[in-house]
């Protein structure tokens, strides 16, 4: 394993102390050179700014989009009141998460994100074959996620054609046309137009939050009569065969769903000229406003429900449409409505493939977050987000709700189960380590590096990371 020269640790405390800007946004300065979090010069330019990187945050979260594509899933799991209160539930689990991820991305603002973390937070002996799993389950978790998040603005293009063509026969292949031509539009865009990103995530910023209000105005108003406050608040409907209590754990697997993007914008650490200080701002913006607008665009939706088996039982690519239809009372407001879910879909349905980003992505968490708490947290530098004894507490939290919704989120959909309402996402997780072990012992093992500081700071003394061709260098290991 690579790691700098014997000036390390007066560099890192020179990074630690000095104040000037180059110093802020990078992870070390070795001598006179800067490097990022992962040891390495710089290879895009950092322009964005923190209004910037909270659009972009709030654009990948798009927490009220992402509540509205699964609704007819989360009314299952208790009605209304279910969807109101499996939301706060989850966004209260998630703010746990949050807080430990921000404290992460401010010691050590890599784009690695949670597998760089987890490469640092065990220690040097166990930090590799850690972060090589945790950087694989993330992988295969935001790959579910991606393909949900391009769905949903495919299949509303091809409802909102279908609302003014009603002689149309949706086929399964005009949507994955329509996903395929998304999907490269937006790498051509990445590719192609990266300079751009920042003024598209600001405009992105202006749609989740103007798009949000203006629909919610247009839900609220214009329904010639609202459903009732019991309705909304206390008319509990388990439709799943469950008791109560696990119809509720199971169903805020919906609420997870909404919010459960704390680390997407971490990515992005080494396109911010001061990542250490502003990435926990983004992590906080992105959870904050995401938990208000999806709670208040929840509400709003609700009160414009007329008709709830109307809802439940509507067909088509995007069911929402029969909740915007039931409270404007026209196709032409329901295109207005949806125009900001075309922009900046993110997630669709509760499927099994979505279920499985919640649970890859926070086993992930886990893999960073666990290590973090059991070295009595000595293992990262202290960013400017430190939580200090507190910390202890929240990553405990945090570990402890990830293990138990997960295992709630692996019950079957309903009961009893049928093969139609089964639950596959524990075949998937365990799929997803059978592959990742495989990979390990066939290759990795010998030939992974992992991140080239992983294991810069341990205990406030600078180690080597464990190589493929023995174990940590006894030189530099001062760990106690």
């Not at 998460?97 to 784009?111: F, M, N, T, V």
């Amino acid at each position: 394993m690579a790691t700098l020269a014997e000036n390390q640790t007066s560099s890192e405390e020179k990074m630690m102390d000095r104040s000037d800007g180059r110093d802020r946004k990078v992870s070390i300065i070795h001598g006179e050179e800067a490097v990022n979090a992962s040891g390495h010069k710089d290879q895009l330019k950092r322009h964005y700014g923190l209004l910037s990187i909270c659009g972009l945050a709030l654009t990948i979260d798009n927490a009220w989009v992402a509540l509205g594509g699964s609704l007819t899933v989360s009314i299952y799991n208790g009605g209304p009141p279910g969807v109101l209160y499996e939301l706060l539930v989850a966004c209260f689990y998630y703010g746990f998460i949050a807080a430990s991820i921000a404290e992460l991305a401010s010691a050590i603002p890599s784009a690695g994100g949670v597998y760089h973390w987890a490469s640092v937070t065990p220690g040097p002996r166990w930090g590799r074959v850690l972060g090589f799993y945790t950087g694989w389950l993330n992988f295969f978790g935001w790959i579910f996620d991606l393909a949900s998040i391009v769905s949903i603005p495919a299949n509303v293009v091809v409802q909102m054609y279908a609302v003014f063509h009603p002689d149309l026969v949706i086929q399964p292949y005009m949507v994955y046309i329509a996903f395929l031509l998304i999907t490269w539009s937006c790498c051509a865009l990445v590719i192609f137009g990266n300079r751009l990103l920042p003024l598209l995530n600001q405009f992105g910023l202006f749609l989740v939050i103007g798009g949000g209000i203006i629909t919610v105005i247009v839900v609220a108003a214009l329904p010639k009569t609202h459903a009732t406050n019991t309705f909304v608040w206390s008319s509990w409907n388990n439709q799943v065969g469950w008791g109560d209590g696990v119809t509720f754990l199971t169903g805020v697997l919906n609420g997870a769903f909404t919010i459960g993007t704390p680390d997407a914008v971490t990515h992005m650490s080494e396109e911010l000229p001061n990542p250490a200080r502003d990435m926990p701002r983004a992590v906080a913006a992105q959870i904050i406003l995401g938990t208000i607008t999806s709670f208040i665009y929840a509400i709003a939706i609700l009160y414009g429900i007329n008709d709830l088996t109307g809802v439940l039982s509507a067909t088509g690519s995007f069911p929402l449409a029969e909740v915007y239809a039931q409270a404007t009372g026209t196709p032409a407001a329901l295109l207005c409505s949806a125009f900001g879910a075309i922009q900046l879909g993110s997630k669709t349905a509760f499927t099994d493939l979505v279920g499985s980003f919640i649970i890859l992505t926070t086993v992930s968490y886990a893999l960073a977050i666990g290590p973090h708490l059991f070295t009595g947290r000595r293992n990262v530098p202290r960013g400017p987000f430190w939580m200090g004894s507190l910390g202890f507490f929240v990553n405990a939290v945090s570990v402890i709700l990830i293990i138990f919704f997960n295992i709630m989120f692996c019950f079957p959909y309903s009961f009893p189960p049928v093969v139609a309402t089964m639950n596959y996402n524990s075949v998937i997780l365990v799929g997803v380590l059978v592959i990742t072990t495989a990979w390990w012992f066939a290759h990795a093992r010998k030939h992974y590096p992992g991140p080239k500081l992983s294991s810069l700071y341990v205990d406030g003394k600078v180690v080597t990371l464990e190589t493929p061709e023995g174990p940590p260098d006894e030189k530099n290991e001062k760990i106690g």
